[in-house]
């Protein structure tokens, strides 16, 4: 084969080209985005995001248009350009004043950013573990907390105070339709208001390498009207329903025998009181498990149960790749109807 038959051809090169584009483009939207804000944050560190880019750009193409200048133009009329007003204009005033504004801007971005909410916020505890989120809604003196995992639901318009900690690594809370990343260290605690403007349902993804799933800690991020979520956060502090029927109480007993109770809290379930694993009082109402790593229904919780390490490897749950199909069947439809 010569080395011109094994070269593209220019139809192929074009549609490989084009595909490339569509699918980079294609990445500029949808439920993980900076290019679609749901909130304030997000629409500010949006347009820093364009200023900054147009501006450089510009700049970078000025610059590059004096040196074309300077490379083709005859020598004569090249002096005319040069010299100490080139130095003066395009060496020290363009730069000063570019700069200066940008800094500031930048600077008012940052501090609208971190400013005050003039309402009261609504305080959610997030806690990073490899690989998982652990999120908690502190209830008032002689309530109990609202526990959930791998989704964070926020009522629409009202400013949302997230307080970030961690397990064990470093990790980072980012949900870019939102908000810039909030990094989660160990032994401080970090904290930013979010607020979301409409409803949706959004990715969050956890943006600092923090092991061999570090790709899989993700979350879904609900932002809902306020009557909605309170509904569904007055649920949420509540214990897990009774079973309403035989094979859901087969499955929580399955659940108890099995020792799945050692790593995970079912609130209202006697010998359910881990807390290695997610809370799972209300696993059935979530949209995914697993940290985003499957979409949450029945056939999910038992392939997750059946083979957890095959699906996410090293993760702290051991595979239950022994159970039989029935107990099985029991455990997830239980756990399914924990809404
Ligand atoms: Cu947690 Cu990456």
């Known amino acids: 084969m010569t080395l011109r038959s094994a070269m593209p051809s220019l139809a192929t090169f074009r549609f490989r080209f084009g595909l490339a584009a569509v699918l980079l483009l294609a990445a500029c939207g949808g439920p993980q985005s900076v290019f679609e804000p749901r ?13 900054l880019f147009i501006g450089g750009t510009a700049i970078f193409v000025g610059v590059m248009g004096l040196i074309g ?3 083709v133009a005859r020598p004569d009329r090249t002096r005319r350009l040069s010299g100490n007003h080139l130095v003066l204009w395009g060496g020290f005033v363009f730069p000063i004043v ?3 504004v940008l800094t500031t801007y930048s600077a008012w971005t940052t501090s609208a950013l ?3 909410p003039r309402e009261e916020p609504l305080r959610v505890e997030v806690i990073g573990h490899m690989w998982w989120w652990e999120v908690r809604y502190p209830g008032e003196p002689g309530m109990p907390d609202a526990v959930t995992a791998n989704e964070i639901r926020i009522p629409v318009g009202r400013p949302v105070e997230v307080t970030v900690t961690t397990a ?7 949900v870019p339709n939102l908000h810039g990343k909030i990094d989660l260290i160990p032994g401080h605690v970090n904290r930013r208001v979010i607020t979301a403007h409409e409803p949706a349902v959004m990715r969050g993804q956890c943006a600092e390498f923090c092991g061999a799933q570090h790709a899989w800690m993700a979350f879904a991020v609900v932002a809902e009207e306020p009557e909605r979520f309170e509904e569904w956060l007055e649920r949420q502090r509540e214990p897990a329903p009774e079973p309403r029927e035989p094979l859901l109480r087969e499955g929580r007993e399955a659940f108890i025998a099995q020792g799945c109770g050692a790593c995970h809290r079912v609130r209202g379930v006697p010998l359910a009181e881990g807390d290695l694993g997610p809370d799972l009082t209300h696993v059935g109402s979530r949209h995914l498990i697993a940290a985003g790593r ?4 029945v056939g999910a919780l038992a392939g997750w149960i059946a083979s957890s390490q095959h699906l ?7 595979s239950f790749d022994r159970l039989d ?8 439809r239980w756990l399914e109807s924990l809404e």
């Open 39 to 51: 909130g304030p944050d997000a629409e500010r560190l949006l347009t820093l995001t364009w200023v």
């Open 69 to 71: 200048y300077a490379l």
């Open 98 to 100: 570019t700069l200066a």
């Open 114 to 116: 971190t400013a005050t």
């Open 168 to 174: 064990d690594v470093i990790h980072s809370f980012w």
């Open 294 to 297: 499957l979409e949450n229904g």
């Open 312 to 318: 996410k490897p090293e993760n702290l749950m051991p």
């Open 325 to 332: 199909g029935p107990t099985l069947r029991a455990i997830a």
